[in-house]
């Protein structure tokens, strides 16, 4: 996969894009290798748009706000593109808050047959407030066989 204006994926090969992996594999986090949040609007619209995506999102590692946690939202909300969604960060670098929870929760209340079986936090910690909007769009959720929560705390259980 070859990447053009940004992280829009590009088909050179003429085959068809299976997955969207942009996990930071090292410690040594490279310019070329972060994605920024204006990065996710450009990516969400693309998958939004593209009818033919069916995969895998592996953001690991990335060190992506809030406001990439609403175009990820967006995504889920409007169609079955994603079967497997990473978030997983260190904690201590980890910009997530509980506003990310609720925006991929809510989008999944809209969207209970999304077609998303995995979603994984690790090292997020969530929320409150984000936990629970997890947790009831998970249960809700047709399609979900697997969730990590990521870090919980006493005001979350």
Do not use: W
């Amino acid at each position: 996969m070859y990447l053009a204006q940004g992280m829009v994926p590009v088909e050179v090969s003429g085959k068809s894009v299976e997955e969207l992996d942009y996990e930071i594999k090292s410690d040594c986090e490279d310019e070329g290798e972060l994605v920024t949040c204006a990065d996710m609007c450009q990516l969400a619209d693309a998958i939004q748009n593209n009818s033919k995506f069916v995969g895998p999102l592996n953001l690991e590692g990335q060190a992506l706000t809030d406001i990439s946690g609403l175009h990820i939202g967006r995504i889920l909300s409007r169609g079955k593109n994603i079967t497997k969604l990473c978030l997983a960060q260190k904690p201590e670098k980890c910009q997530y808050t509980h506003k990310t929870g609720e925006y991929i929760g809510e989008a999944l209340l809209k969207n209970p047959e999304c077609g998303l079986t995995k979603l994984d936090f690790k090292g997020i910690n969530l929320g409150e407030r984000g936990l629970q909007r997890i947790i009831e769009a998970v249960n809700d959720c047709k399609t979900i066989e697997k969730l990590n929560v990521g870090i919980v705390t006493d005001a979350g259980l």
